[in-house]
């Protein structure tokens, strides 16, 4: 998946603001990437990129070297909040992909099962989303987009709302299936730790326009687990993410203040003497 010098920019000529500037970022088949950085600096109009929701302004945006023309079942989309068919069971949500691409009775059915299995809700088939708990929910959202055997997947601060526990389960959870099933995933997160524990790479962004200020590779050895919290590694890992977040984060309180000066100046600084 590549972005190459991909701008966007919204509305009219007179008031346009531009969101991405000639943002240029690759991602590897079955690379797991996460996105960290300040609050409106772009991290979902990137994946809207991705998912075919929206077409950059200049640039463009390729995956397996074709460019994006539309949304497609092949780029699944996960968003923090839930978005399940509530007239529908757990099972019907997770066979509507399949259904939809044409697959019999069947096969829907199967593969239904499958997910089902893989994310530990088989008991939970006939169950209507509102029966079900956040983090039940979720891994239903997950489930449904993995239905289609997505080569990308698109994730969105999928975790945000959920309890620390839950989301330790949840992180184990998605860890464990994208061993399984290696789908390139792009995540989306404000959490430090979670972009740490998941990726392969992580993407940190600036504000005001938005771009890819750094990234830091995570070479820590998979498969990994939760168990990774505790490595000594880590913190480095963590370290280098929050020097880097700090001042683009303070920039962008600046830029919501009405602050100009904070547009001045896109150069990194040391954070720490
Ligand atoms: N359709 C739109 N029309 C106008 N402006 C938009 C539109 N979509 C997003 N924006 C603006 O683009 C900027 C980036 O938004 P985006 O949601 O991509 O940021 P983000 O980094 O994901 O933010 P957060 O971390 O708060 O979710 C914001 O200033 C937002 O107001």
């Not at 603001?17 to 991290?43: D, N, Q, R, W, Y």
């Not at 700090?246 to 547009?263: M, P, V």
């Amino acid at each position: 998946m590549t972005l190459d010098e991909a701008s966007v920019a919204f509305g009219s000529e007179k008031r346009r603001k531009t969101i991405l500037s000639s943002l240029t970022m690759h991602v590897e088949p079955g690379e797991f990437v996460a996105l960290l950085g300040p609050s409106g600096c772009g991290k979902s109009t990137v994946l809207n990129l991705v998912a075919g929701y929206l077409k950059p302004s200049t640039g463009s945006v390729l995956v397996n070297s074709k460019p994006i023309t539309g949304p497609d079942p092949q780029r699944g989309m996960v968003f923090q909040q839930h978005t399940l068919f509530p007239w529908k069971t757990v099972q019907e949500n997770i066979e509507f992909g399949p259904k939809m691409s044409g697959q019999s009775k069947a096969t829907t059915e199967g593969i239904a099962r499958t997910f089902l299995e893989m994310v530990g809700l088989s008991k939970f088939a006939d169950h209507y989303p509102s029966q079900l708990s956040g983090g039940m929910q979720h891994r239903v959202e997950i489930a449904r987009a993995l239905a289609n055997y997505p080569g990308v997947l698109l994730m969105d601060e999928p975790f945000g709302a959920l309890d620390a526990q839950t989301r330790l389960v949840m992180q184990d959870g998605l860890l464990e299936l994208w061993e399984q099933l290696k789908p390139t995933v792009l995540f989306v997160t404000h959490d430090i730790d979670e972009a740490v524990l998941l990726a392969d790479r992580i993407l940190i962004m600036g504000v005001s326009p938005g771009r890819v200020i750094s990234e830091i590779k995570v070479d820590m050895e998979r498969p990994r687990n939760v168990r990774a919290l505790t490595d000594p590694r880590f913190g480095r890992f963590k370290g280098q993410c929050l020097d880097l977040l700090e001042r683009e984060s303070r920039k962008a309180f600046g830029l919501q203040d009405g602050d100009d000066e904070a547009d001045d100046n896109n150069e990194m600084k040391p954070l720490r003497a």
